[in-house]
């Protein structure tokens, strides 16, 4: 296929003026002005003359030209000619062409019988037989493409309205996004078109369930262009969270009603507990698409579709995208949808697109291949994050790359971060803590141990997992459980802002050379409630202060695990031995810990799990 000329219009509109444009052209333009689709349209008189350059440039910019067959369109020799080049771009450029047979028979059209018959008997006496050939071999082709035939309609404004809707379904597919909106959603489209087609004797409530960054939005998105022109009314509500906040729920339920009843003034609609009847019963009646984009609270379902979605009728599709699973559960939706990160194919396909804007081969250039693979391995299948790493990295050499994957292992890519936090902000107190200390301490446990551990400090873990995993900022399976590494990197993040400068003066600890430092030189404080000490990456000897934890006296956690030199020596020392450990410990565990025994001023009451592997322990 050639190269297609740069697009202008949406349609160009090829008629006979005569017998359609104060009839069916005037309304078809009308409803096209409606949906905002950009139309050529040629209102001069065409008879005689060649047809003008603008005008063969007009049908190369269009992407659909509309062909209106009417009793009288084949006695213009302008609208042949117009015919002929259409079906030349149709060919050469793979242009739309959609025939519309209004008050004619499409087989006069393809055999040039009845009024067309009476045209080419006039055409034959005054034009060559070639030229007649060439417009007879043009309707015949155009005829033979699938179209609309007005005897199959009640009367013309059903008419148009199906005209509209063909159009508007095509064009749809012509202005597709671009590929890597659609890297691994292939498959979960299908799925859902599969569950929102089907036949259902009430409104049918679809809802897409997942973490921040995941796709939900892209995948509702692009769910919603394919379908949306097969109903009457559609509707996507874009952030519902945010605006909710920034600016009430009432102006989100006017956008909704004067999108959906396709009215300015919706006021006289709406009432304090809801909609009024009438606006119901008008709601009812339509075939209507509706997505409710990033919803976090069951209220403001009801507060859009009234309870139980009483405001739609059955014809109706309602798809809801979430962080919180308990959302869905609380109004019964009919299918929950996990969206699922990406596999390691699609992930590297979708950072390349964006990293080089283009199907990029990354196996050839060695530069690259190694630091992308390192980047898509940080990504761990987060679509936001492969496009924003990606595109951040877009003309920038193999040094930049290597400093950005380096200022990663220490500091989290700002806007990921953003994105992923708003779900721990809806968090309250309670359940903030147990996902920093599952994101800092307890990332590598199972659920019954750490519901075990926090609810001796007195925490109501059993619900507090269940609302981070409904909110996706964890897994649970039977005997294990997972945090993904961006929501981890996050969690950290929320903690290291507690004290930038001064890892001691923070609630938990993790990272080796920050516990090194703050064990060292004695920098611990009473804000330490948890340390998880792996030395394996820390090449250096450490000789631990009798008061080392002296200070950390709210210190509930406690897990160390040494390292040894080649020659067998362990890097951690205890030469004075410890004078103190904290009374609320719950947890301790030191494998190969030095002390012959625990401070004699330590008070076990609250201990709940004590494993000292390969220790020299003697007595407690």
């Known amino acids: 296929m050639a190269s297609s000329p740069s697009i202008t219009y949406d349609v160009f509109l090829s008629f006979r003026g005569t017998d ?130 007005s005897s199959n309609f009640g009367n013309d404004a059903e008419f148009i309205e199906e005209i509209v809707k063909r159009v508007l379904q095509r064009l749809n597919q012509a202005y597709q996004c671009d590929p890597k909106e659609f890297v691994g959603i292939h498959e979960p489209i299908a799925e859902l078109e599969s569950v929102l087609c089907r036949e259902s004797k009430a409104v049918l409530v679809v809802g897409l369930w997942g973490m921040g960054g995941i796709g939900k939005t892209t995948l509702a998105s692009n769910i919603f262009n394919r379908l949306q022109y097969e109903f009457q009314g559609v509707c996507f509500l874009e952030n519902v969270r945010e ?103 699609e992930s590297l396909k979708l950072f390349n697109l964006n990293a080089f804007k283009q199907n990029y081969d990354i196996e050839r250039d060695q530069d690259h291949a190694e630091l992308a693979m390192k980047l898509v391995t940080y990504a761990n299948g987060i679509p936001l994050a492969l496009k924003v790493l990606g595109s951040s990295l877009y003309g920038r050499s193999k040094e930049e790359w290597e400093s950005q994957l380096s200022k990663l292992e220490k500091i989290p890519h700002v806007k990921i971060q953003n994105i992923l936090r708003v779900s721990y902000n809806d968090l309250d107190r309670h359940d903030q803590n147990i996902f920093l200390y599952i994101a800092c301490f307890f990332e590598t446990d199972n659920a019954e141990q750490i519901k075990c551990l926090l609810d001796s400090c007195g925490y109501s873990t059993a619900i507090g997992l269940r609302n981070l995993h409904d909110k996706a900022l964890i897994s649970i399976a039977p005997k294990s459980m997972a ?74 956690f406690l897990r160390i695990s040494c390292s040894w030199t080649r020659h067998g020596e362990c890097l951690l020392r205890v030469p004075q031995g410890i004078e103190s450990l904290s009374d609320e410990l719950r947890l301790l565990e030191w494998n190969a810990c030095p002390l012959k025994s625990l401070p004699s001023s330590f008070c076990a009451e609250n201990l709940v799990k004590l494993m000292m592997m390969d220790s020299g322990l003697e007595k407690l």
């Not at 739309?96 to 008050?103: K, N």
């Not at 087989?107 to 060559?128: C, I, L, M, P």
């Not at 339920?253 to 009847?277: H, W």
């Not at 507060?303 to 405001?311: Q, V």
Request: glycine share 4%.
């Open 483 to 556: 945090m993904h590494d961006l929501i981890r990197d996050m969690g950290r993040e929320v903690v290291r802002e507690e004290s930038p400068s001064n890892p001691g003066n923070r609630s938990r600890l993790w990272d080796p050379v920050d516990i090194y430092e703050v064990l060292k030189y004695n920098r611990g404080t009473e804000t330490v409630e948890s340390i998880t000490f792996d030395m394996k990456n820390i090449d250096m000897y450490l000789s631990l202060h009798p008061r080392a934890f002296a200070r950390m006296y709210k210190l509930k």
């Open 243 to 345: 605006r909710v906040q920034r600016y009430g729920m009432t102006h989100l339920k006017k956008e909704l009603l004067s999108k959906l009843l396709e009215e300015k003034d919706v006021v006289p609609f709406i009432m304090p507990d809801g909609i009024t009847n009438f606006a119901k019963r008008r709601l009812s009646r339509k075939a209507i698409l509706l997505v409710l984009d990033d919803v976090n609270d069951p209220d403001q379902l009801e507060d859009l579709c009234g309870r139980g979605f009483e405001w739609f009728g059955p014809t109706t599709r309602i798809i809801v995208t979430t962080r919180d699973k308990h959302v869905l559960l609380v109004k019964q939706v009919d299918h929950i949808h996990e969206v699922k990160p990406l596999n390691d194919d």
């Open 20 to 149: 359609t444009r104060r009839g069916i052209l005037s309304h078809l333009v009308k409803a096209f002005n409606q949906k905002q689709i950009e139309t050529y349209v040629d209102y001069m008189l065409r008879e005689g003359t060649e047809i003008s350059h603008s005008l063969l440039t007009a049908i190369e910019q269009s992407q659909i030209s509309l062909i209106i067959f009417s009793q009288d369109y084949a006695s213009s020799r302008w609208c042949l000619d117009e015919l002929v080049t259409i079906m030349k771009c149709r060919k050469q450029n793979g242009q739309i062409a959609i025939p519309v047979f209004y008050e004619v028979d499409p087989s006069w059209v393809r055999h040039q019988k009845g009024s067309y018959q009476d045209a080419f008997a006039n055409h034959e006496k005054t034009s060559s037989q070639d030229k007649v050939q060439i417009w007879r071999q043009a309707l015949n082709q155009a005829a033979n493409l699938s179209g609309l035939h």
